[in-house]
């Protein structure tokens, strides 16, 4: 069956920094991959999507990269603020590319 | 535009007893998800409908969950006799259609004592 594994429960960055995310998968190859921001007592919000033929996608300061050969995402976000302070979620296409599976999320957070 | 609606927000049963969860998805969104997050962990998929037709709800406990959608629109999720290891939040998505971007409501609060 799929598995995904996101790099850390928990990421501790000072403001101004580069956070760096990172999802791998194992079992299969997924038409695409997304990440999601969730904020406490909230609702996960989409951030990006790549599909597989992608390598890189961006956003404002988020950059997402798709490596099927590693089966790694990274997930960037450069100039961090404590804005910024959330939980992230990795969420693969299942291999029907009709559903996702998520990730159990990494922690970031910003310190002034 | 609306968002995804949810309600109740918050919910305190005890064990054995029976709830129901109602999700108002965005107009004209075709796919409607239940989703059931445990703290710590990313939702897991427990039923996916295109329109009112079921397409996956092979991680639906059968014996006790039940989900429907009725006219397309609306979703009700029913946990019946409820367990203490459904303590959960509940999160309704919505997307256009199957592989879309999905947007989530802000979930349901369940706690089985």
């Known amino acids: 069956s799929q598995k995904i594994e996101q790099n850390s429960e928990a990421l501790n960055i000072q403001e101004g920094k580069t956070a760096t995310l990172t999802c791998n998968y194992t079992?299969?190859?997924?038409?695409?991959l997304q990440w999601y921001r969730q904020d406490p007592g909230r609702g996960p919000v989409f951030l990006l999507l790549?599909?597989?033929?992608?390598k890189e996608k961006r956003k404002e300061r988020l950059k997402v990269t798709f490596d099927t050969t590693l089966k790694q995402s990274l997930f960037h976000i450069t100039a961090s603020q404590p804005a910024d302070s959330a939980t992230y979620l990795c969420?693969?296409?299942?291999?029907?590319?009709?559903?996702?599976?998520f990730g159990k999320g990494t922690t970031l957070s910003v310190s002034s | 535009e609306a968002g995804v609606a949810q309600s109740p927000r918050y919910k305190i049963i005890e064990k054995r007893q029976s709830v129901a969860f109602w999700c108002n998805p965005i107009s004209g969104h075709a796919t409607l998800y239940w989703y059931q997050q445990i703290l710590g962990q990313g939702p897991k998929l427990l039923i996916q409908f295109q329109n009112n037709g079921v397409v996956d709800d092979s991680q639906l406990p059968k014996d006790r969950f039940s989900a429907e959608r009725l006219k397309g629109v609306d979703s009700t999720l029913k946990i019946q006799p409820a367990k203490l290891e459904d303590s959960a939040v509940y999160l309704c998505a919505s997307s256009l259609s199957t592989g879309e971007t999905q947007y989530f409501g802000p979930g349901t609060r369940l706690l089985v004592l």
């Open positions: 790549i599909r597989e033929n992608e």
């Open positions: 079992n299969y190859s997924p038409a695409y």
């Open positions: 969420a693969l296409a299942n291999q029907a590319g009709t559903a996702l599976i």
